[in-house]
């Protein structure tokens, strides 16, 4: 399995765009690269996924590098409710078998006022 | 929506007890997990199932066992349980599909007594 690399805490200021970034170096063809957020005493919430192009949904946007080495969550406009530590984590896709998602320590962002 | 239902929020046991946490997820999905969550360590993987009565090991299975006697049920067992093994218990769910995102219940804070 890919590892993945993420800062340990960010801060952002409301209003503004929070890009998270993450490093996969190891990534393989196969693997997805997917980002979870966990709000404090909450279980994990999925927010976006990608494998080669980059990916927006109504949460987030995703931008992958050409070379899956590495990938940034952009959060356009963040909010207070957006605090919260962002995990990135990378997915086998193999053609059979068994599979599991590895989480790091992930990012802890913190949006201010 | 996507249900993951695990069926205690709080819980406190003596040392030795043998506890069953259980998790129900309500969407056919293939693959089930178990994560305990502890401060400064992240998310750490404990046993994954991708079918009915199939398990496999995570990164720390040491002092736990797991049953998915059913398709929907995924159970965590702790045999004889110890402070160590205070924790947040996370469950979460996956479709065979690669291309989709795991959801998760919103833990079970284990206290070992």
């Known amino acids: 399995d890919a590892k993945t690399t993420q800062p340990t805490s960010m801060d952002c200021a409301e209003g503004r765009a929070a890009n998270l970034p993450c490093n996969h170096s190891?990534?393989?063809?196969?693997?997805?690269v997917y980002w979870y957020r966990q709000i404090h005493s909450q279980g994990p919430q999925y927010i976006i996924h990608g494998l080669k192009n980059n990916e927006t949904n109504e949460m987030a946007s995703l931008i992958i590098t050409e070379d899956r080495k590495s990938s940034t969550l952009i959060l356009p406009h963040a909010t207070l409710r957006d605090t919260a530590v962002y995990y990135c984590?990378?997915?086998?896709?193999?053609?059979?078998?068994?599979?599991?998602?590895?989480f790091g320590k992930g990012t802890k962002l913190t949006v201010n006022p | 929506d996507v249900k993951v239902t695990q069926s205690s929020r709080y819980l406190v046991k003596r040392t030795g007890e043998k506890v069953f946490l259980e998790c129900v997820q309500d969407?056919?999905?293939?693959?089930m997990f178990w994560y305990r969550q502890d401060p400064g360590l992240g998310l750490r993987l404990i046993y994954f199932?991708?079918?009915?009565?199939?398990?496999e090991k995570g990164d720390i299975p040491e002092g736990y066992s797991v049953s998915r006697e059913k398709k929907e049920r995924f159970s965590l067992i702790l045999e004889s349980a110890s402070t160590n093994q205070t924790s947040m218990y996370l469950c979460a769910s996956s479709p065979a599909e690669r291309a989709v995102g795991a959801f998760f219940g919103q833990g079970t804070r284990l206290t070992v007594v």
């Open positions: 199932s991708y079918d009915v009565k199939m398990k």
């Open positions: 984590i990378v997915r086998v896709a193999p053609q059979g078998g068994s599979e599991k998602l590895v």
């Open positions: 969407m056919d999905h293939e693959n």
């Open positions: 190891t990534i393989s063809g196969n693997e997805y």
